[in-house]
């Protein structure tokens, strides 16, 4: 009899380490680098989720949020210099009309900033702000693992420290524009809460609530407003302090996660709107329960994902395996159908993520970022990186999601034309290498 019930156990177990291959990305460890934590967002909020044991950090993104502003950047004399340029490249004198066009055809002012626009009328893409969840007791721990689930839109991180099974779910709501973040145990635990930005924003702490306010420079002037509020949900004691929320006792935690910026999707400026009462009006409006959250929103993703989501049988050598693990086989010749299937399922997952109708389109980094100077600002680069973001969408039968990138694309007509006019004496509009919320169309600097 105990052989049978040790046996039943193992398959449990077993049942519970494997996930379905095609839909999971799968960690055996916390992450170390940005680029190994998981992603989730609902085309406005995003994060990324590191799922450390010690102090967890979650980088939080809104897909607005923009240093700098809009720039009188055409040079109106750059035409004049159209023909010679166009001549000398015609007489096989490369190099002559490389410098006339880089002396001549250039933006007027600092452009981009050489690509680090964080404190130039460019501006820059850049992290909101990182969430910090410091663990009191550092007992090691163990049977760890790290799960993002595109079928469901959800990542999963669980480990046992101790005698205390962990679990954290979190999730970009779709219906009530939130991010949430549960974390239960099956003992009591304690943790500290807070929010750190090293610059440009305020944070303060009470009646378990967080919220960050902050304001962006546009080079020396100022520009963009936010702010982030979150409400904070425990069965346990919760104190706020100076820096932090202390929570004690707790065997639930739930976060509810909100952030705003005042600009204007529809034509680049910014408004005059409140952004702390904007940020506190997504939890206002929000009832639900954390389960009732999860259910609505996965029904809304599930509308997109599961349109053309590809499925493949289960491989018993490989379920027991990390994604990590999987690749390596993979590289080594170890058959792997369900692999190729995850990467497909895994592209279309990150589009749904990142991209949402009546916003801005994905950028440089999709949504994600870590970074106060984003590599490339973070920007839109027009030349081929929005395009390949946007690859998919209309042949993974994602075409509403194309969307933001057609209406960003209108929003570029009326700088374009001015841009056309002082470049080429031409009708009509053009829009060179970079862009940004601004609808910058000028050559770069």
């Not at 949020?65 to 035409?79: C, R, V």
């Not at 590599?375 to 690859?391: E, K, R, S, T, V």
Request: aromatic letters at 12%.
């Amino acid at each position: 009899m105990k052989t049978k019930l040790l046996i039943v156990l193992l398959c449990w177990g077993v049942f519970l380490w494997a996930q379905p291959q095609d839909v999971s990305v799968v960690f055996k460890k916390p992450a170390k680098h940005f680029t190994e934590s998981l992603p989730i967002g609902n085309g406005r909020l995003g994060a990324m989720l590191f799922g450390k044991t010690d102090t967890d950090r979650i980088v939080l993104n809104e897909i607005s949020l923009w240093s700098g502003g809009y720039q009188e950047a055409d040079d109106p004399e750059a035409h004049t210099y159209l023909k010679e340029i166009q001549q000398l490249l015609l007489e096989g004198k490369n190099l002559e009309a490389q410098a006339l066009l880089q002396k001549h055809f250039i933006a007027r002012g600092k452009g981009s900033c050489h690509g680090q626009g964080a404190n130039c009328s460019y501006g820059c893409y850049q992290v909101f702000a990182d969430l910090l969840l410091d663990w009191k007791n550092q007992t090691p721990v163990k049977d760890y693992k790290r799960v993002l689930r595109l079928d469901e839109a959800t990542a999963v991180t669980t480990y046992t420290r101790g005698d205390n099974s962990i679990e954290q779910v979190a999730f970009a709501d779709f219906k009530n524009d939130l991010l949430w973040i549960k974390i239960t145990g099956t003992k009591p635990f304690d943790l500290n809460i807070s929010l750190f930005r090293k610059e440009n924003a305020t944070i303060s702490y009470q009646n378990n609530h967080i919220t960050l306010t902050g304001v962006l420079p546009d080079d020396k002037k100022e520009g963009m407003h936010f702010a982030s509020a979150i409400d904070v949900q425990t069965d346990g004691k919760a104190e706020s302090k100076e820096k932090a929320i202390e929570i004690q006792a707790a065997k639930e935690l739930i976060l509810k996660i909100s952030m705003a910026t005042n600009y204007q999707y529809k034509n680049g400026g910014l408004s005059n709107v409140s952004v702390n009462e904007k940020a506190e009006s997504y939890l206002q409006r929000c009832t639900s329960s954390f389960e009732t959250a999860l259910a609505e929103s996965k029904t809304i993703y599930q509308g997109l994902f599961n349109k053309n989501r590809w499925y493949g049988n289960a491989n018993s050598n490989t379920s027991q395996l990390s994604t990590y693990e999987r690749l390596e086989g993979f590289y080594r010749g170890d058959k792997d159908a369900l692999l190729p299937i995850l990467y497909y399922n895994f592209g279309r997952y990150l589009l749904i993520s990142s991209s949402r109708e009546g916003l801005l389109p994905a950028n440089l980094q999709g949504l994600w970022a870590e970074e106060y100077q984003t590599p490339w600002n973070g920007d839109y680069h027009l030349n081929i990186n929005i395009q390949m973001n946007y690859w998919l969408a209309e042949a993974t039968n994602l075409s509403e999601l194309t969307e933001p990138l057609n209406r960003f694309t209108k929003n570029l007509v009326p700088n374009g034309h001015k841009t056309a006019k002082a470049y080429y004496n031409a009708e009509g509009w053009v829009a060179h290498v970079i862009s940004n919320p601004w609808f910058y169309t000028s050559p770069g600097e």
